[in-house]
């Protein structure tokens, strides 16, 4: 397993830092590393109706903003000792912006590197662009 960079750890634990999570009070951040190498910060943010923007997303939507398409990494940070894998819908998400050699990486709230995934371990025979042609 790759050790994780300390800055990019620093990264994620701000941007959980600046999570908006009044209603469930479960904070996550998440950096993704574009194919530039850029990194990509992003937070969960909760709002009444309960239809609320995941930190993967918001991480993916910075790398999209910018004009980048490809990732290289996602990095997940969660409050707790325990995994906080991406939702359903941001495994689909990651999906869209991913390739073979795509890794998704969970930490705990300390930053210790808790699990590894391929794109394939974590959304198996995913439907993807390359479906629709």
């Known amino acids: 397993m790759n050790t994780p960079d300390p800055s990019l750890i620093e990264t994620l634990v701000a941007v959980r830092g600046n999570a908006y999570a009044p209603y469930s009070r479960h904070p996550v951040g998440a950096v993704v590393v574009a194919e530039s190498g850029r990194h990509y910060a992003g937070a969960n943010v ?3 109706h309960y239809k609320g923007l995941c930190a993967e997303a918001s991480a993916i939507a910075a790398m999209v903003g910018a004009g980048e398409r490809r990732l290289r990494e996602v990095w997940v940070i969660g409050p707790g000792e325990h ?32 699990k590894d995934y391929s ?10 662009p390359e479906n629709l042609t």
């Open 46 to 48: 909760e709002v009444a």
């Open 83 to 114: 995994l906080c894998t991406p939702c359903g819908d941001c495994r689909q998400r990651i999906r869209e912006f991913a390739d073979e050699h795509t890794r998704i990486r969970v930490v705990d709230a300390e930053g210790r590197l808790l």
């Open 119 to 128: 794109m394939e371990a974590l959304l198996p025979d995913a439907f993807g």
